[in-house]
């Protein structure tokens, strides 16, 4: 549990394998690193490797290991009262008072998970000591030298493994990167700016194809009006009120692949919608994965100088996404309101003679910012390359077979591509 006690308590970390489909060609064992925070890669191996994640010619070569984090799916989960979760504040707070009572909920939530969490492992699931989870997942497996595939959160864990132990990786790759160095401030611009940017493509993208549903309509007047409705408690979807974070968040989540004509009918049906009964507003869609607010906590100190300071930070990012102005990284913030210091604070990485790490971005990821990218490619300086696919969406993967064929190089036969290697933008069909 507790790396610098390793005869103290310990839990049981959960593991899933697919086995090389071609053993006589196999290359060993390779380790994904699952996102959120709170992403189950146990799930991803046993429901999703056979469905795309990773292609025929990877799978043949390697055995496909993930697991499931410390305090996250079965290994040890950070278990909190559904009750409490459910009056999750919203993170769009517009008071001095509501200030006070997010930060008195952060609280009375960290003591009922802390309560509730077995071996105590709730103040222990910080991604520095995944870092070490992961060297002995490695050690189990028999491999003398680590393969990895980390993706979106999962590439901390990657970035900070080439820190820890530079001389123990064979490859690893880190897809839609994180920047661990940023401080509030930054945090939010960056992930403000990058969700605008991404809507602004889904924008142009319905001003030039007429299979979207809003074709030929005023996009962003609609979206305007969609979040003047959600604000006086008269949109809801399926039932649910829908605050105008709740709407920023599902966007977002449409961004991903990106779905662009499934948010395009989706949002062409809210407008048509009647008016609801007032709510006065709903529950903040989930932003941290359900129970996994505290790892991001342990991870990240993000300060503001009290509500002032939220507030100006609100204007600051309206400034920088008039139209996604209630990002997603707003409920990360809101979440760490009161947290004690964090055991893996931010800093800029600093990885000595390691392997060459490939990193890999779109430009247009709604999440993980290009700049992130280019901000942690500089921190690893030559020790790493980034792989540019010029396109859309949360990962370069699944999205482009140009990107798919590069990282698979890499992974496979050690092949970096040069630097500034590029692929071609894939216009998406969902």
Not at 324 to 340: D, F, H, I, N, Q
Not at 347 to 374: C, E, F, M, Q
Request: proline share 6%; with cysteine.
């Amino acid at each position: 549990m507790d790396w610098s006690d390793p005869d103290g308590a310990h839990f049981d970390l959960q593991l899933a394998r697919r086995k090389a489909t071609d053993p006589d060609a196999r290359a060993g064992s390779m380790v994904f690193g699952p996102g959120g925070p709170g992403d189950s890669g146990v799930n991803r191996i046993v429901k999703e490797v056979n469905m795309g994640r990773f292609s025929d010619n990877l799978r043949s070569r390697f055995d496909i290991v993930s697991f499931d984090p410390r305090g996250v799916g079965l290994s040890n989960p950070i278990l909190c009262s559904q009750e409490l979760l459910d009056r999750r504040p919203s993170p769009v707070m517009k008071s001095q008072a509501e200030f006070d009572a997010t930060a008195k909920y952060n609280r009375e939530l960290r003591a009922d998970c802390r309560r509730n969490t077995e071996n105590g492992l709730f103040d222990h699931v910080d991604t520095l000591s995944m870092v070490r989870d992961l060297d002995a997942v490695r050690a189990a497996l028999g491999e003398k030298y680590l393969t990895f595939h980390g993706s979106s959160y999962g590439t901390l864990l990657g970035a900070q493994y080439a820190e820890e132990y530079p001389k123990r990786v064979r490859a690893l790759v880190l897809e839609a990167v994180v920047d661990h160095s940023l401080g509030t401030g930054e945090f939010l611009s960056t992930q403000a700016a990058t969700l605008q940017d991404s809507f602004d493509e889904f924008v142009a993208w319905c001003e030039r194809t007429e299979s979207c549903a809003l074709h030929g309509s005023d996009v962003r007047a609609l979206w305007a009006d969609l979040l003047d409705r959600a604000e006086r408690g008269e949109l809801s979807d399926d039932g649910r009120a829908l605050t105008p974070f709740d709407l920023n968040v599902v966007v977002m989540k449409r961004l991903y692949d990106p779905e662009w004509r499934r948010l395009g009918t989706f949002l062409r049906g809210l407008g048509e919608s009647e008016p609801a009964a007032r709510t006065g507003g709903g529950s903040p869609a989930p932003a941290l994965g359900e129970n996994s607010f505290e790892i991001f906590c342990q991870d990240w100190s993000l300060p503001v100088r009290g509500y002032q300071g939220y507030a100006q930070e609100l204007r600051r990012i309206g400034r920088i996404a008039p139209d996604m102005k209630y990002p997603r990284s707003l409920m990360s913030v809101a979440a760490c309101l009161g947290a004690p210091e964090p055991d893996n604070p931010q800093h800029r990485l600093k990885v000595r003679d390691s392997r060459p790490v490939l990193l890999t971005n779109s430009i247009h990821d709604p999440a993980s910012g290009y700049n992130w990218a280019t901000n942690v490619a500089k921190q690893l300086g030559s020790n790493a390359v980034l792989h540019t696919y010029e396109g859309w969406g949360h990962g370069t993967y699944s999205s482009s077979p140009c990107a798919q064929e590069t990282i698979d190089a890499y992974l496979i036969s050690l092949k970096v591509p040069p630097r500034g290697a590029r692929c071609p933008a894939v216009e998406p069909v969902g």
